[in-house]
């Protein structure tokens, strides 16, 4: 009786095997049945990769967008402190002689009236010379 117990019945692993069988069968066939364009999973995930790469190529535009703007800034900044080191290089220095750096600074003043003041037209020039008699020569 004891023994019994241990005996699989022949009928009960029949039908374990043809149940077995039976589920390989429905997984060959959802397999192969499988269409990509018609399952609503495919379909899904395929939605969502396709906005994955648009968010994607979208941050990426955005990034070169703002890369050149800070390299535009750099750039900028780059320019102001060069031009704010030109400027102090011709700064007189504290070492110089006192009445050298106001010679130094009128110099350079006349200099650059003289280079923002345009060209008299002869009409002008004229005007000048008559309005200036001590400009003209020993009449
Ligand atoms: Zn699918």
Redesign the pocket.
Known sequence: MHEVNHIVPGQLVNRLRLKNLQKSMEQLVETEM?Q?SQ?S??ENKRAQLAEDAFLRRKRTILEGVLLQEKLKDHLCTQDALLIIGKMHQRLPKLSDDPRDIWRKLKERALQAEGMALPEPSPKQKKHISSRAPALSHGE
Do not use: D, Q, Y
Request: glycine share 20%.
């Open positions: 499988h990509p399952c999973g495919c």
